[in-house]
């Protein structure tokens, strides 16, 4: 493990070392970088893998005040991660609130752009009730501890039927969602007050890869779809029976999706 440093915040991470354009994984929500274990297993024997723990999460620094937290902030992380890593240019690939991130890194650091993976993720804001729900969430969590979110979400965003497949994925996102309260409420607040990428989508000029779970709920297929077609050239492929957190839920699939990528970009 490796730590950079983003004005005096910690930021741990992942150098798999190896050949090719590196990818930098940006973990969603309440994950840290072990929710990619699948694809460094999978690609980090040749390919150079960075994997950033964002502020708050993981074993990274843990700033206790909510405004340390946007999404221009923890792409302001992954920068200085690849920086102290030596890397100029990255297919960065996001999941989720990676995804929001991923959004923001390409607004102000496009030229460390070399691809863009975005999977289970959406370009529009929070809409009135989704910011309202994110406060109470907020509430909770400096009340009682994440413990109701650790136990909520796991079932609330995979498929039934990975959950049918493998009885470990619901303890096993238990402990990847196992990260400090303020983490969770910093990261909440992040994604709150995340501007709307939208009118981004037409001037993506790097190669793309949209991945979706096609039980995601929360990021579900129609949103994919809608960045698939206004990000010109970019390529589409729903991972059958997966719901939210794809990478995990159906790691064989993701990668195969990730390999094919790589082929046709020739990265
Ligand atoms: C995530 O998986 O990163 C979050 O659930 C996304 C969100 O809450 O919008």
Redesign the pocket.
């Known amino acids: 493990m490796a730590r950079a440093d983003n004005g005096g915040v910690g930021i741990n991470y992942l150098d798999t070392g190896g050949e090719g354009t590196p990818f930098v994984f940006i973990h969603?929500?309440?994950?840290d970088g072990r929710m990619w274990e699948p694809q460094v297993n999978a690609l980090g024997g040749s390919r150079r893998l960075i994997v950033p723990d964002l502020r708050g999460f993981g074993d990274s620094d843990v700033p206790e005040d909510r405004s340390a937290y946007s999404v221009d902030s923890f792409a302001d992380d992954v920068k200085a991660v690849l920086d102290d890593a030596g890397v100029d240019k990255a297919i960065v690939c996001g999941?989720?609130?990676?995804g929001?991130i991923t959004f923001a890194f390409l607004r102000k650091y496009r030229e460390s752009v070399a691809a863009l993976v975005l999977a289970?993720t959406r370009a529009e804001p929070?809409p009135p009730e989704?910011k309202e729900k994110?406060t109470g969430q907020q509430e909770q969590v400096s009340k009682d501890g994440p413990g109701g979110l650790i136990e909520a979400?796991p079932n609330a965003?995979t498929s039934d039927r990975s959950r049918a497949k493998n009885e470990n994925l619901v303890p096993q996102l238990k402990q990847l969602m196992d990260n400090p309260g303020a983490g969770f409420i910093g990261a909440l607040e992040a994604?709150k007050n995340r501007p709307d990428s939208s009118d981004d989508l037409a001037g993506v000029d790097v190669p793309t890869l949209i991945v979706v779970g096609e039980d995601d709920g929360?990021?579900p297929p129609d949103a994919a779809r809608t960045m698939h077609e206004a990000i010109g050239g970019s390529q589409m492929v729903v991972i059958p029976e997966a719901g939210?957190?794809s990478n995990l839920e159906s790691s064989d699939e993701f990668n195969r999706a990730l390999e094919a990528f790589l082929t046709d970009t020739n990265l």
């Open positions: 969603g929500f309440p994950l999941l989720s609130m990676g929001y289970d929070d989704a994110r979400l965003l994604m929360l990021t939210h957190f």
